[in-house]
């Protein structure tokens, strides 16, 4: 089944205490992606990669850092989280063609006390 | 500077009417419109996308009106059902940077 999965779906963790969250997709996509989903402010691009070892910031990288150093996996990193890093994460991969639609993962509630 | 702009917040509609959910974007740079539908705790889902080239799409029950000139696009569904009841956002893109609307929730009545 043609899928991207993210774990961990939930995580309650402190204020600096580092963190990955995991991202893999199993359709040979180029291009993935990183947002954010918080209330009144639709989703947000942390940041995104085009291809192996070719990242780009988005809208919103304060405090984000990625990796992508193989074509399906494409973890998220937290290296001091802070309350304002509460929120709806996902992740979301596509083709690099002319046609931009993207497949999201299931989510990761992320929560820093 | 919000990049796209989405209203209503939320919506009602009765079993059978219409819903509209309009949005206004700023770059006109993006070339890609999408609508996407999500259901609670689940990731978003493409519903249906547009290109600046054609002023209308539909699939379905599903409509996309664009606008180039007033760089507006709306999503109408038409003979709406209480499972259309989610949140759609709209989007745009130039290919590599995603923006998108703050989101309106449907409710539809039985």
């Known amino acids: 089944e043609a899928q991207v999965t993210q774990n961990p779906r939930y995580l309650i963790t402190v204020t600096g205490k580092k963190l990955t969250v995991t991202c893999s997709q199993n359709?040979?996509?180029?291009?993935m992606s990183w947002y954010r989903q918080d209330p009144g402010l639709g989703l947000r691009q942390i940041y995104y990669?085009?291809?192996?070892?070719?990242?780009d910031k988005g809208d919103v990288p304060e405090g984000y850092k990625v990796s992508r150093k193989e074509k399906r996996n494409f973890p998220l990193i937290l290296e001091s989280p802070s309350p304002n890093q509460t929120s709806l994460y996902f992740c979301?991969?596509?083709?690099?063609?002319?046609?931009?639609?993207?497949?999201f993962g299931p989510g990761t509630r992320l929560t820093v006390t | 500077q919000q990049q796209v702009k989405q209203s209503p917040q939320s919506l009602i509609v009765q079993k059978g009417g219409i819903s509209i959910i309009n949005c206004a974007y700023e770059?006109?740079?993006?070339?890609?419109f999408p609508w996407y539908q999500q259901f609670p705790g689940k990731g978003p889902a493409l519903l249906i996308a547009?290109?600046?080239?054609?002023s209308e799409k539909k699939e379905g029950r599903f409509t996309i009106s664009f606008n180039k000139s007033a760089k507006q696009f709306s999503l109408h569904i038409m003979d709406s059902q209480p499972g259309d009841s989610a949140t759609y956002f709209c989007?745009?893109?130039?290919?590599?940077?995603?923006?998108f609307g703050s989101g309106t929730k449907l409710n539809v009545k039985p």
């Open positions: 989007a745009a893109t130039s290919m590599a940077e995603f923006y």
């Open positions: 547009i290109r600046p080239d054609v």
């Open positions: 990669s085009m291809n192996v070892e070719v990242t």
């Open positions: 359709m040979n996509h180029e291009y």
């Open positions: 979301a991969s596509r083709d690099s063609g002319t046609d931009y639609e993207q497949y």
């Open positions: 770059n006109t740079a993006f070339d890609y």
